[in-house]
Nanobody
Framework: QVRVVESGGGLVQAGGSLRLSCAAP????????MGWFRQAPGKEREFVSS????????NYAYSVKNRFTISRDNTKNTVFLQMDSLKPEDTAVYYC?????????????????WGQGTQVTVSS
């Protein structure tokens, strides 16, 4: 069974930082874009950030631009989300997903393997 596994969530105070990691098997990681989405309580899941297969193209939601940074290490089949200047409204379950193609896109339909999610809680 193919698994995408997130880690790194936790509780942090507003203004703090967290780094999320997402590991996937090489067979689905290589030559695939990767994305992060999040779902806050009572809300729809929303796009956060994505990165192309090579890392050369990155895409961010307006709400996290200039605070979050996505990156990937293709030698370790891992994608990262560095989250700085966290706000209480960033509280959500964060999901990692593998893109169907090469490009950094922002629609859920563009992704076909999803992790179970990791909880991020930002206290005020």
């Amino acid at each position: 069974q193919v698994r995408v596994v997130e880690s790194g969530g936790g509780l942090v105070q507003a203004g703090g930082s967290l780094r999320l990691s997402c590991a996937a098997p090489a067979i689905i990681f290589k030559y695939s874009a990767m994305g992060w989405f999040r779902q806050a309580p009572g809300k729809e899941r929303e796009f956060v950030s994505s990165i192309s297969w090579s890392g050369g193209s990155r895409n961010y939601a307006y709400s996290v631009k200039n605070r979050f940074t996505i990156s990937r290490d293709n030698t370790k089949n891992t994608v990262f989300l560095q989250m700085d200047s966290l706000k209480p409204e960033d509280t959500a379950v964060y999901y990692c997903a593998r893109g169907k193609g090469l490009d950094a896109l922002d629609a859920e339909d563009d992704y076909n393997y999803w992790g179970q999610g990791t909880q991020v809680t930002v206290s005020s």
